[in-house]
């Protein structure tokens, strides 16, 4: 893994942790408990590093992992889960599509086994009536409180970001995929924080950007032939992918470098390692982590209370839970924070 997503995730294990558990003794050899672990595409920053928590963190408490990679392909995990022996234990999935996560229900609810949903964005459906069915989310309802945060605490310092003078805050904001619970949790959460904030925006350029990179760089690019990015004053995008994209943009016309009077604000979600380093160096704003060692624990912790095992339960301490959904909160990563966690100074150069 290169420096930078190391130190990354180095950083991203010290927050928003549980408190510290007790002693894990287990036999070197010793499978306290079995799970089958399905990722919808391991290349993916977030899940690699929630693959590399939660390996460490299995390993410490004897919880034996059995792990599948679909790459992307909803036919290699629709492979992986007919595959599936029995003896894998609980199934833990990120399904790369609706029908991969009814898949995983029909074979846990047939072999009378837990099933935990994660980074769940494909599936969209409310979680099925099947017990032992659970469900591990970002905490959805939060992300646009914690951008708007962001942005009060930059504007009221900083008079440059009203580039036009008009005593409002101008948006262009760049959406996910139409119709993904995602993509419209987020957008409700936003205007909520923005109405209840009284603060004065504007959106004047929106666009679903379907979570890619080069789709918002292309989107931006085109908005830069016109007038919207003169009128527009911040860039909200509901993915790091997309405000890097974005970033992509402005970076080719000159903005977002060392003329302080040709910056565009620019707030991301996710906390991916080159987004967190673009902060770092000033070429952001900020972005919220979605933090991979909570979803780690929580995970643990739902095998810990299917098997009594007081021990891994312990992992779900401090987290939100209703009923069988457990929710893992962001963490706003800003510049100061940004500069911890890839070990540079105020000045962006490394330590």
């Known amino acids: 893994m290169p420096p930078l997503a190391l130190a990354a995730l180095a950083a991203t294990l010290a927050l928003a942790a549980p408190a510290p558990l007790g002693a894990a003794p287990h036999a070197p050899d010793d499978c306290r408990v079995r799970a089958g672990i399905y ?59 609706p029908e ?78 139409a119709g993904h619970p995602d993509t419209e949790a987020r957008a409700k959460s936003f205007a909520t924080a923005i109405e209840k904030s009284h603060f004065m925006v504007t959106v004047v350029a929106e666009a679903h950007c379907d979570w890619d990179r080069a789709r918002a760089r292309e989107y931006v690019s085109g908005l830069m032939e016109g007038s919207a990015l003169e009128q527009g004053e911040a860039i909200i995008a509901q993915n790091d992918a997309m405000a890097l994209g974005a970033l992509d943009a ?24 080159e987004a967190v380093e673009a902060v770092a160096r000033g070429w952001m704003a900020g972005t919220l982590l979605e933090d991979p060692r909570g979803t780690a624990h929580a995970l643990l912790g739902l095998l810990g209370e299917r098997h009594q095992d007081s021990g891994l339960r312990q992992h779900l301490g401090g987290l939100e839970r209703q009923g069988r959904i457990i929710t893992v909160p962001y963490v706003i990563v800003d510049r100061q924070r ?7 100074d105020e000045r962006g150069r490394r330590r």
């Open 250 to 273: 402005l970076r080719e016309r000159g903005y977002n470098r060392r003329d302080p009077y040709r910056q565009r604000l620019i707030i991301g979600c996710d906390g991916i390692p």
């Open 100 to 177: 991969q996560a009814r898949e995983a229900l029909r074979i846990a609810a047939g072999q009378g086994e837990q099933v935990a949903y994660f980074h769940h964005g494909a599936g969209g459906a409310p979680l099925p009536e099947y017990e032992l069915a659970y469900e591990v989310r970002p905490d959805r309802q939060s992300a646009g409180d914690m951008a708007v945060r962001l942005l009060t605490s930059l504007l009221p310092s900083d008079k440059r970001w009203d580039a036009n003078g008009n005593g409002r805050l101008d948006l262009i904001i760049l959406r996910g995929s």
């Open 39 to 97: 990722y919808n595409r391991l290349s993916s920053p977030y899940l690699q590093s929630l693959h590399d928590t939660l390996g460490g963190l299995a390993e410490e408490w004897g919880v034996c992992l059995t792990t599948h990679d679909a790459d992307g392909s909803a036919a290699t995990q629709s492979r992986d889960l007919a595959a599936r022996p029995a003896a894998e234990g609980a199934l833990l999935i990120s399904p790369v599509t």
């Open 338 to 344: 940004a500069l911890w966690m890839t070990g540079r």
